[in-house]
């Protein structure tokens, strides 16, 4: 099992650049058996993926937001980030990190960070 | 861009009830089909991956059914610990994404 923890700024102003960071332990973000991804949720409402990486650094994004996100991994660091710019009031919302490994045969499994509230607020 | 459709939105049922959630995907995603659970403040909970899968640990009142575009979340008997949000989500190696929700709540 791996353990996830989102840091980062909990109030970024209209316009700016959201920037999180997800330490992973328990697991490498080299392995070559897991996806890491970033999901949010604003209050109230519904899951939203935003993208995932992979070891290798190949990335995928949600369409919706693909021209604001970048996800990124420091190996060094055991770590992966996430960047969202322009933002608007409309990216506040909870952020999720989350771990998905695939194992042998159909063997699937997510493990989640336990989430970091960001505002967006002059 | 695969769309992910659940339904219904709300769902309101009695302790013992069998309840039933459907979820639609926009184009074939096999069995790359995964549903969580999700309570007020918290993480979302894997519930069943590979469309029908129970995870560990999961009661084995939770089952799940479909292959292509059509999936289906049972609780044979529901329990007061199984009020909650219900989700589906796609997770090919393309794309995460998840269907809108499934609130299901105390008749």
């Known amino acids: 099992q791996v353990q996830l923890q989102e840091s980062g700024p909990g109030l970024v102003k209209p316009s700016q650049t959201l920037s999180l960071t997800c330490t992973v332990s328990?697991?490498?973000?080299?392995?070559?058996?897991?996806?890491w991804s970033w999901i949010r949720q604003p209050a109230g409402k519904g899951l939203e993926w935003i993208g995932r990486?992979?070891?290798?650094?190949?990335?995928s994004y949600n369409p919706s937001l693909k021209s604001r996100v970048t996800i990124s991994v420091d190996t060094s660091k055991n770590q992966f980030s996430l960047k969202l710019t322009s933002v608007t009031a409309a990216d506040t919302a909870v952020y999720y990190c989350?771990?998905?490994?695939?194992?042998?045969?159909?063997?699937?499994?997510?493990?989640w960070g336990q989430g970091t509230l960001v505002t967006v607020s002059s | 861009d695969i769309q992910m459709t659940q339904s219904p939105s709300t769902l309101s049922a009695s302790v013992g009830d069998r309840v039933t959630i459907t979820c639609r995907a926009s184009?074939?995603?096999?069995?790359?089909l995964a549903w969580y659970q999700q309570k007020p403040g918290k993480a979302p909970k894997l519930l069943i991956y590979a469309a029908s899968t129970l995870q560990s640990g999961v009661p084995s009142r939770f089952s799940g059914s479909g292959s292509g575009t059509d999936f289906t979340l049972i609780i044979s008997s529901l329990q007061p610990d199984d009020f909650a949000t219900y989700y589906c989500?796609?997770?090919?190696?393309?794309?995460?994404?998840f269907g809108q929700g499934t609130k299901l709540q105390i008749k």
């Open positions: 990486i992979y070891s290798s650094g190949s990335t």
């Open positions: 989350a771990s998905h490994y695939y194992g042998s045969g159909s063997y699937y499994n997510v493990d």
């Open positions: 989500q796609n997770y090919n190696s393309y794309s995460y994404t």
């Open positions: 328990g697991g490498s973000v080299n392995s070559g058996s897991y996806y």
């Open positions: 184009q074939s995603i096999s069995t790359w």
